[in-house]
RNA sequence: GCGCCCGUAGCUCAAUGGAUAGAGCAUUUGACUACGGAUCAAAAGGUUGGAUGUUCGAGUCAUCCCGGGCGCGCCA
């Protein structure tokens, strides 16, 4: 699935070798062409060389000759001078070797722009980031980890590259459980209930709901009036209902501060915002022609579909009975997308488990042509987060484990290292790394593997020093921190010199760096274009790795004064790298740790 | 029964149809009065669940199997 808006930039700033050699290449590639055929040179990394163009194969096979003499071609055709050399090998495979001085030059204006890179697009959409969605009076499970994690780490980079944002809970707040909710919290007192939610005790507080109209009649009838109540308006209702709305987002805006995800109230777009649309849903369904009734009920049939019968399967808009449903307040909420807030993608961070749904919702407003191009939706799915025993995590007690308590531990744990290994730093400061560590660590097991897939939640190998993991790109940027402050200790006393001119060879790791370095960009245009964070990670991670391989085979502030202004500048812009791309995964990295 | 997703080293995971499938952990071997060793260098570890096919080229695409997970009409 491409993303052509994604793929669209503004120029300003290119720092990518790999894109100017590929714009460089694309002249020669079309003289050997001829004629308007269009061929792209396909400029990748490579293992080989510094990069790999392929496209002479796909041209070869276009203009029916050998790939090794379109390639030669190609090579001939050329003009690189003072950027890179090229180099036919394999099956017709066009290998690139970057000029040092223009890798210096490319360095250079990396560093000194405040993008590091980052292309903007040109022509940024409105775009709706549907998100984390814990219901009221529920407690939030680890499955609201996953959407929370992920949906913030895509609202920050949607940003970054300058898409306009606009972020939206979609909230459980509407629905039958909240006549039995109401009317527990009636029996309880507002008082007493408001204590028990303040402190977050959701879970007691539905279990004890639910427990009371699983085992009374009356609890249950009453519950049920209370559901008429509510939907018919009734003032004193509403007042309890928006009594527990309130108690249950302050208490998860609390969280989110903690874990330092951006929504806030401003972002509510609740189950109940959509309630006055939902006959405007089914009437303008039935304007398209698009209503059908079925055992009583008021259906969609999207094609293709099928139920366990092999009968055509419905997206149910009015049930039996008159009520509406979940699928009419998704097809609401996309209504209310495209038409009032005009965005033009529609970004689900939901689990995979509700991915026909999805599929159906969208369907349905396609065809009713409301949801028509540009404007499109994107089911942004992923996987459950699996025990030791690659089984969905559960607590011992056999329930889904509390997110707070997730956090609680994470932080905790991270504490406590910090404390063991850095037992000189003030006790505050052991706290406040502990938190950054723990969180990050956290969320970066989440953000760092493929979110289709089930990923198994490890205290210890998400916490570990060593490895793919949060800590390790942190304590990589402390490191770096902790030698530009001896760095600028010493300048103090001897300026530095400048890192301009023709320098000494760069060795291995020093080019090895910069390349990583050049490739921000990429990384997080190719993050957004899956709408995989786990992309970001893997760059990070790659770079954090050619910065220690650069750190323990060259002396930074030991070496003599050229070579010295390059690798500062080098740590420099690794740092800015990493502390830019952990806060675009919603991870802070501390100056010391 | 139908549909969707997943299956890659002992373990946890990468790999926009490109050469010899890469990392980390664990294992083994090196490097410490260090610009922060919370590290680095290296070794070993693979029939990418299986089989056909498409392609100059398949972990990736198609078809069919085998495993596992999740969905499949009035809950959200």
Redesign the pocket.
Known sequence: MSNEWVHEYDRPFMADPLVIVEELLAPAFAAVAGGDMAVDP?V?P????DA?A?GA??LA?QLGRK?REVADDVVAAAVLTGKATLEV???G?I?VTFDEGFLAEQLAALTTDDRLGVRSVPNPQRVVVDYSAP?IAKEMHIGHLRTTVIGDALVRILGFVGHTVIRENHV?D????FGMLIEHLIDLGETEAAAGLSVGDLDGFYKQARAKFDSSETFQDRARKRVVLLQGGDPETLRLWRLLVDLSMKYFNRLYRKIGVLLTDDDLAG?SMYNDLLPEVVERLRAAGLLQQ????E?VFPPGY???E??P??L?VQ???G?F??GT?DLACVLDRVERVKATLLLYVVG??????LAMVFDVAAMAGWLQPPARAVHVAF??V?GSD?K?LKSREGEPVRFVDVVDEAIERATA??RE??PDLPGDEQTDIGRMVGIGALKYADL???R?????F?WD?ML?????TA??LQ?AH??I???LR??AEAEAQTPRASAEGSGPTLVAQERELILQLLQFDAAIHDTLDRY?P??LC?YL?DLA?SF??F????????AEPRTRALRIRLCEQTARVLAQGLDLLGIEAPE??
């Open positions: 396909v990748r490579s293992d080989r060389a790999q392929n194969l796909a096979k790939p090998a394999g099956p495979f290998n219901n459980g509407w629905g039958t459980p189950e079925s055992d009583g009920a259906v099928t139920n366990r092999g009968e399967l419905p149910i049930k039996r009975g009520g449903n979940y307040s995979a488990p509700q991915s026909q749904h996987g459950n699996l690659r969905m290292s910090v290994k850095n760092s593997t493929d289709i897939k089930d990923y198994v490890d190998r570990a020093f060593e490895g793919n800590p390790y304590y402390a490191r921190r902790s030698i001896k760095g995989s786990h992309r893997t991670f790795q220690t391989s750190y323990e085979a060259c002396p930074v502030l030991k010391r740790m």
